[in-house]
């Protein structure tokens, strides 16, 4: 037993076990609850949620305490395969905060849904794990690894309501779209195994680290450079399988299908969880493997980053699902989030505003989209989908601290001052305009007008219509306390944005021979 316990406690101090800490307490926790909940009975169902928020809590404890190994630069381990900067604690972050929100609404939510089942928490604290490996892997088996497990969680709790048709639908669909764009970017990922052995790694000296590592790649596509035929097609690959994981057009027709019939607090968690990861992934790649042949990916970014504010913004004027159309305007923020990729590759003082626009955006997003969907988990009721404009009918009247924060964070999604949604969308344009771009700057500008109208139309249902026999809606303690912490945030990250932008710029990291462009 000793010799256990040695074995053990060397891996976490000298074998970079340390690392790990953040996702074994989430893998611990939900094996936890996989266990216990049997034991449960249906009145005690609560106890499954308060597990698996504590496992976020200790989760974020030990992802504080990785700041100071972060700082120094040595948190790297596993043949070079995990990576620990402040680029992985700014997204695990994120993750976190997402995880803990949904919980927090998926209480009242399953118990309505009669489907209050332990898989549900674990689920998404598997899916967290991988997230978070896909954040800090410096490796593309890693983060390979990581992505799967994220997208196994997913389509398993898309269908998680299991004698909803819609729900079921959803699941099929996901799972089937998914598994396509992951065999694309595996397809791509094995083109970069190729080129990595390629590599002439005489640069690294002692140690090799594996063919799949990051830096061995960029050095292969660096010595192969702008305009190879290799390059060009792993380049292609990859980026549209992490298109399809964002919903970036022309590859996010499953996006408005998988709102709809998901479960409501899924949704949220797909929206802004899987998305924000998936955009980690990218980042990582593009800053990294992709960063000496940015001339092939700038433009064909902006491309579709003017494709996905189009449809998104014209597809979403015409909807009148909620959920349909959040995700047809989660497109269009995608879009911008794409803008400010396209401004970071142009030039060093482009890339410092606009990966801080980045960064800063996916912050926001993240706490308007969850707020935007909470509002309709609030409206849910026995035997009643209400996800549909109509339920909106009368808010104000009904519930005015629902229609009060909706209104805040539509104006917010919007892009309207002093909401943290406008601080997003000005630091991108600011991006684009100091590195030359204004014409996509204009674009990003102009495409404001129709979000305008579409969020304007939840609006006037929740505050202009008469709410005829809509009942009541039922704001539990934790629903407000969600609520408070999601408006709290989108408010003063708009009025007082700058430790906000301290935490964004906190998460940067300058690719190798950064000089500019």
Same mark, same amino acid.
């Given at each position: 037993?000793?010799n256990?316990?040695?074995?053990?406690?060397?891996? %976490?101090?000298?074998?970079?076990? !340390?690392?790990? &800490?953040?996702?074994?307490? +989430?893998? #611990?926790?939900? $094996?936890? @609850?996989?266990?216990?909940?049997?034991?449960?009975?249906?009145?005690?169902?609560?106890?499954n949620?308060?597990?698996?928020?504590?496992?976020?809590?200790?989760?974020?404890?030990?992802?504080?305490?990785?700041r100071?190994?972060?700082?120094?630069?040595?948190?790297?381990?596993?043949?070079?395969s995990?990576?620990?900067?402040?680029?992985?604690?700014?997204?695990?972050?994120?993750?976190?905060?997402?995880?803990?929100?949904?919980?927090?609404?998926?209480?009242?939510?399953?118990?309505?849904?009669?489907?209050?089942?332990?898989?549900?928490?674990?689920?998404?604290?598997f899916?967290?794990?991988? %997230?978070?490996?896909?954040?800090? !892997?410096?490796? &593309?088996?890693?983060?390979? +690894?990581? #992505?799967?497990? $994220?997208a @196994?969680?997913?389509?398993?709790?898309?269908?998680?309501?299991?004698?909803d048709?819609?729900?079921?639908?959803?699941?099929?669909?996901y799972?089937?779209?998914?598994?396509?764009?992951?065999?694309?970017?595996?397809?791509?990922?094995?083109?970069?195994?190729?080129?990595?052995?390629?590599?002439?790694?005489?640069?690294?000296?002692?140690?090799?680290?594996?063919?799949t590592?990051?830096?061995?790649?960029?050095?292969?596509?660096?010595?192969?450079?702008?305009?190879?035929?290799?390059v060009?097609?792993?380049?292609?690959?990859?980026i549209?399988g992490l298109?399809?994981?964002?919903?970036?057009?022309p590859?996010?027709?499953?996006a408005?299908?998988?709102?709809?019939?998901s479960?409501?607090?899924?949704?949220?968690?797909?929206s802004?969880?899987?998305?924000?990861?998936?955009?980690?992934?990218?980042?990582?790649?593009?800053?990294?493997?992709?960063?000496?042949?940015?001339?092939?990916?700038?433009?064909?970014?902006?491309?579709?980053?003017?494709?996905?504010?189009?449809?998104?913004?014209?597809?979403?004027?015409?909807?009148?699902?909620?959920?349909?159309?959040?995700?047809?305007?989660?497109?269009?923020?995608?879009?911008?989030?794409?803008?400010?990729?396209?401004?970071?590759?142009?030039?060093?003082?482009?890339?410092?505003?606009?990966?801080?626009?980045?960064?800063f955006?996916?912050?926001?997003?993240?706490?308007?989209?969850?707020?935007?969907?909470?509002?309709?988990i609030?409206?849910?009721?026995?035997g009643?989908?209400?996800?549909?404009?109509?339920?909106?009918?009368?808010?104000?009247?009904?519930?005015?601290?629902s229609?009060?924060?909706?209104?805040?964070?539509?104006?917010?999604?919007?892009g309207?001052?002093?909401l943290?949604?406008?601080v997003?969308?000005?630091?991108?344009?600011?991006?684009?305009?100091?590195?030359?771009?204004?014409?996509?700057?204009?674009?990003?500008?102009l495409?404001?007008?129709?979000?305008?109208?579409?969020y304007?139309?939840?609006?006037?249902?929740?505050?202009?219509?008469?709410?005829?026999?809509?009942?009541?809606?039922?704001?539990?303690?934790?629903?407000?306390?969600?609520?408070?912490?999601?408006?709290?945030?989108?408010?003063?990250?708009?009025?007082?944005?700058?430790?906000?932008?301290?935490?964004?710029?906190?998460?940067l990291?300058?690719?190798?021979?950064?000089?500019?462009?």
């Amino acid at each position: 037993m000793s010799n256990i316990l040695n074995a053990f406690r060397s891996f %976490m101090q000298q074998g970079g076990g !340390g690392l790990l &800490l953040p996702e074994m307490m +989430l893998v #611990l926790f939900a $094996m936890g @609850i996989l266990l216990t909940d049997y034991l449960l009975e249906a009145r005690d169902k609560y106890f499954n949620a308060l597990m698996a928020m504590l496992g976020v809590i200790f989760s974020a404890i030990c992802l504080w305490q990785l700041r100071p190994a972060a700082a120094s630069g040595q948190a790297i381990g596993f043949s070079n395969s995990l990576l620990v900067d402040p680029f992985f604690l700014f997204f695990g972050l994120i993750f976190l905060i997402a995880t803990a929100l949904v919980i927090i609404l998926s209480v009242r939510y399953l118990q309505i849904e009669d489907e209050n089942h332990g898989e549900y928490y674990a689920l998404i604290l598997f899916a967290t794990v991988g %997230m978070m490996f896909m954040a800090s !892997g410096y490796d &593309l088996i890693v983060q390979f +690894l990581g #992505l799967e497990t $994220m997208a @196994i969680s997913f389509y398993v709790l898309a269908g998680f309501l299991r004698r909803d048709r819609r729900s079921n639908e959803s699941a099929v669909k996901y799972l089937l779209l998914g598994a396509f764009s992951s065999a694309i970017l595996a397809y791509g990922f094995s083109i970069l195994y190729g080129l990595g052995a390629t590599a002439n790694l005489s640069p690294f000296g002692g140690a090799l680290p594996p063919r799949t590592n990051l830096e061995v790649i960029q050095v292969a596509v660096e010595a192969r450079g702008h305009g190879d035929l290799l390059v060009l097609l792993a380049l292609v690959t990859v980026i549209s399988g992490l298109f399809f994981k964002v919903a970036a057009v022309p590859f996010h027709q499953w996006a408005p299908d998988i709102y709809e019939g998901s479960p409501t607090p899924i949704t949220a968690y797909i929206s802004v969880a899987s998305k924000t990861a998936s955009f980690a992934l990218l980042l990582r790649l593009l800053l990294t493997v992709f960063w000496p042949v940015r001339l092939d990916w700038e433009m064909l970014v902006a491309g579709v980053a003017i494709a996905s504010l189009t449809v998104g913004n014209f597809a979403a004027i015409t909807q009148t699902n909620i959920k349909r159309m959040l995700a047809y305007s989660s497109i269009s923020h995608v879009g911008y989030i794409l803008l400010g990729i396209v401004a970071a590759a142009s030039s060093a003082q482009g890339y410092l505003t606009g990966m801080k626009g980045v960064a800063f955006y996916l912050f926001v997003y993240g706490f308007m989209t969850i707020g935007a969907f909470a509002v309709v988990i609030v409206l849910q009721r026995q035997g009643v989908i209400s996800d549909e404009l109509d339920d909106l009918n009368g808010l104000y009247r009904r519930s005015p601290a629902s229609a009060v924060v909706l209104l805040i964070f539509m104006l917010s999604l919007a892009g309207i001052p002093p909401l943290a949604g406008f601080v997003g969308k000005y630091f991108i344009l600011q991006a684009l305009i100091e590195t030359g771009h204004n014409r996509l700057a204009l674009f990003g500008a102009l495409y404001i007008v129709p979000a305008l109208y579409y969020y304007f139309r939840i609006v006037a249902h929740a505050y202009l219509y008469e709410p005829g026999n809509a009942p009541t809606p039922k704001i539990t303690i934790g629903q407000g306390v969600a609520f408070a912490a999601l408006t709290f945030v989108t408010v003063v990250a708009g009025i007082y944005p700058e430790p906000f932008i301290h935490l964004a710029t906190y998460s940067l990291f300058f690719p190798a021979g950064f000089s500019g462009h």
